[in-house]
């Protein structure tokens, strides 16, 4: 089945203790990308990657950081979270490089609460 | 300003209605067009793309207008599982950007 998995699908932990969340699609997308999203706001790109080893700041990259260092993969890291960074977290994939008319297909989610 | 803005609703109508309801974006140069579809802060999911020409898909009508910058949405005949948050997104190259919602609840 082609999907977007996450993991973990939901996490509390507490100011400072770094973190990994892990972002695997099966579709041999070229183009990944990490959003938030919070209440009013709508999501939010952190960051993207159009492809291995090539990766860009989206709107609100401060706190975070990503590699992609497989084409199928692109875990999201957060060195020292903070409680601001309480959210929904999306990871995404689309088949093409550029996102003129391609669908992005969106993992479940992850539900981050940083005490 | 924010880049996609929309009406957040709630838009409360009954089953069989219709519904419309419209979003704008401020970058003149923004190429493509989508709505989206999310249910209770479940994962977004691509409900149709907006074509100039304006596009159908059932009971769900889209239109472009980019003299005035902004997308809207029809829905026909509104069903019980029409219930959700509908996202007005639009793209340049690698990013998009989304609008915060319009949440549309459709009662027996």
């Known amino acids: 089945e082609a999907q977007v998995t996450q993991n973990p699908r939901y996490l509390i932990t507490v100011t400072g203790k770094k973190l990994t969340v892990t972002c695997s699609q099966n579709m041999n997308h070229e183009y990944m990308s990490w959003y938030r999203q919070d209440p009013g706001l709508g999501l939010r790109q952190i960051y993207y990657?159009?492809?291995?080893?090539?990766?860009d700041k989206g709107d609100v990259p401060e706190g975070y950081k990503v590699s992609r260092k497989e084409k199928r993969n692109f875990p999201l890291i957060l060195e020292s979270p903070s409680p601001n960074q309480t959210s929904l977290y999306f990871c995404?994939?689309?088949?093409?490089?550029?996102?003129?008319?391609?669908?992005?297909?969106f993992g479940p989610g992850t539900r981050l609460t940083v005490l | 300003r924010k880049e996609v803005e929309q009406d957040p609703g709630p838009f409360n109508v009954p089953e069989g209605a219709t519904v419309a309801f419209n979003c704008t974006y401020s970058?003149?140069?923004?190429?493509?067009f989508f709505w989206y579809r999310q249910d209770c802060r479940k994962e977004p999911k691509l409900l149709m793309s907006v074509y100039s020409s304006g596009n159908e898909d059932g009971r769900f009508t889209a239109q472009l207008n980019r003299a005035s910058q902004y997308i809207s949405l029809l829905i026909r005949d509104s069903k019980l599982s029409d219930s959700a948050t509908y996202l007005c997104v639009v793209s340049n190259d690698y990013k998009l950007s989304f609008g915060a919602g319009t949440t549309v609840t459709v009662r027996a």
């Open positions: 995404a994939s689309s088949l093409e490089r550029t996102l003129g008319t391609d669908t992005q297909y």
């Open positions: 990657s159009m492809n291995v080893e090539v990766t």
């Open positions: 970058n003149s140069a923004s190429q493509s």
